[in-house]
């Protein structure tokens, strides 16, 4: 970022782009504030290229949202807390994603199927990774960022598995449980039943209820905190990836997340999900 000055733009509030130009203004005065880390309306307005008054406006709305706080003390602006956040969301989902390309691919390699890293994200879940197995003519495929339902997928049952169960209440409150397949959960009860069941074993399957005749598991993967932050899954066609195989995939999921959950911080998963395989005589869907 630089302190050039931009031209003057119109305040024109006819303009058929009015809502573009909104968001643009916007991160301008954000983006110049993170240059100067403190600054006046006289000088956002010179360096954005905006009128007092309409930075001014903007600073109000910032100001309410938590991402400006105004010294009180010299009457300058700077960044707020809320800005903090969304940094630090942003740098969370880049670190995970980075730490688990090399882990994604031993997955892969290990497993013949295709891997992927999963984050929830409001009332879906979204891809950050994927290792897909190129031996394989029949095999799973995701675009990266692309959204998927939470209730139909393992690694989205695993995300609502380990939410606070206010969070998990408040989320189900305005959530369409939609039916993609013959077997997708449609009642609540049902899911709230198959929650529990994920806790209690470790990982969560979906035969099928995403999509037709396309098998996956997952497992979730947590932060130096012990709070789950994503969730690592194995896909494939169900012809694959029956329930049978899946007693024999659980192991090596849960050693990488545990991988992963080490390299984020996490002291106890490594040990835990071994305890937890033994205790349960190997797994089983």
């Known amino acids: 970022m630089t302190n050039t000055s931009r031209s003057k733009i119109s305040d024109d509030a006819t303009s058929t782009k009015t809502t573009v130009q909104s968001v643009e203004r916007t991160l301008d005065i954000l983006e110049a504030l993170a240059d100067r880390g403190e600054a006046g309306i006289a000088q956002l307005s010179v360096q954005v290229g905006l009128h007092a008054s309409t930075v001014h406006r903007l600073l109000s709305t910032l100001i309410a949202r938590g991402y400006v706080r105004q010294n009180q003390e010299t009457g300058r602006y ?3 807390l809320k800005a903090l956040d969304v940094a630090r969301a942003v740098k969370d989902h880049l ?4 730490e688990a390309q090399p882990i994604l691919r031993d997955l892969m390699q290990k497993s013949g199927e295709t891997s992927n890293l999963a984050v929830l994200d409001g009332q879906h879940l979204v891809y950050l990774e994927q290792a897909s197995c190129p031996e394989w ?6 675009q990266v960022g692309a959204q998927a339902p939470l209730h139909s997928t393992a690694s989205g049952k695993v ?3 380990h939410l606070p169960d206010k969070d998990l209440q408040a989320l189900l409150l305005s959530y369409q449980l939609t039916p993609f397949a013959s077997r997708t959960i449609v009642d ?8 529990e069941e994920v806790r209690r074993r470790g990982y969560a399957t979906d035969y099928g209820e995403q999509e037709e005749g396309v098998s996956c598991v997952a497992a979730p993967v947590r932060d130096s905190t012990d709070r789950v932050v994503a969730a690592i899954s194995i896909s494939g066609p169900w012809i694959r990836i029956t329930r049978e195989r899946v007693d024999l995939l659980i192991p090596l999921l849960w050693e990488a997340c545990a991988r992963l959950s080490a390299a984020l911080g996490c002291r106890m998963q490594h040990s835990f999900l071994i305890n937890h395989h033994s205790k349960l005589g190997g797994g089983g869907a």
């Open 159 to 161: 995300l609502l598995a």
């Open 188 to 195: 609540k009860q049902l899911l709230l039943a198959e929650l």
């Open 137 to 142: 003519m029949l095999r799973m495929f995701v």
């Open 78 to 80: 700077l960044l707020g």
């Open 95 to 98: 670190d995970v994603r980075m």
